[in-house]
């Protein structure tokens, strides 16, 4: 990676949430950061039924696209000096293929040069309820040296719309990989001014009345 420059890998996976990645992609671009976009057939499928967006429109956002079947891109090979990569969404078979290694695709061939190379891999897991199966991939995803991120609302920042929840859960994701978004809110600093104006004690932590 040249001086200066900076590159980061985005996947996009089949499970529901794919306006994670869609944010991403365009703060970055904000940012100026280069971006390296892999994103699957399923995921492809999920923007058409959550968003107005067409599949060519998500792509267009990303500084390169690259094809899932190519695994001769240069994402997938170590020698290719990037900041490290997140999936947003990470859909639970993108997530057990990383954690076994054998992996299928480029979107997942990315994520395991991230590991291997031991910069960031940040997972937004999108699945809920977990069972023990799903639990101890993530276990091992984490002894692996990724993070795993579930897209949590954040509802102290006081949200007004869906676009705003998005907003902080990417924000915080990019936060790991030391990108500091004027958009993000902050727990010390945005939330205590914002009780202010509200009248809210200071710290609220206020325990209801023993009966």
């Known amino acids: 990676m040249s001086k200066g420059a900076q590159r980061l890998v985005i996947g996009i996976s089949g499970a529901s949430g794919v306006i994670y990645g869609i944010r991403a992609l365009e703060l970055l671009?904000?940012?100026k950061v280069?971006?390296?976009l892999v994103?699957?057939?399923a995921a492809e499928l999920a923007v058409t039924y959550e968003t107005i967006l067409?599949?060519?429109e998500v792509r267009a956002r990303a500084s390169v696209c690259h094809p899932m079947g190519d695994v001769g891109a240069s994402i997938a090979?170590?020698?290719f000096n990037t900041l490290g990569m997140l999936i947003a969404p990470c859909s639970v078979k993108t997530m057990s293929e990383?954690?076994?290694?054998?992996t299928s695709s480029l979107l997942t061939r990315a994520a395991d040069v991230a590991l291997k190379e031991r910069r960031r891999l940040v997972l937004m897991v999108r699945e809920t309820p977990l069972h023990t199966g799903h639990l101890r991939t993530m276990l091992q995803l984490s002894e692996l040296g990724a993070v795993i991120m579930p897209p949590v609302p954040a509802?102290?920042?006081q949200p007004q719309n869906v676009a705003a929840l998005v907003e902080q859960s990417?924000?915080?994701a990019l936060d790991l990989f030391g990108f500091e978004l004027d958009s993000t809110r902050r727990w010390n600093e945005d939330w205590q001014r914002t009780a202010a104006r509200h009248g809210a004690s200071e710290h609220h932590t206020s325990q209801p009345e023993e009966r």
């Open 98 to 102: 990383i954690a076994t290694g054998v």
């Open 39 to 41: 994103i699957s057939k």
């Open 155 to 157: 509802f102290y920042v």
């Open 77 to 79: 090979s170590g020698s």
């Open 54 to 56: 067409k599949p060519a």
């Open 29 to 31: 671009r904000e940012c």
């Open 34 to 36: 280069e971006t390296h």
């Open 170 to 172: 990417v924000g915080r």
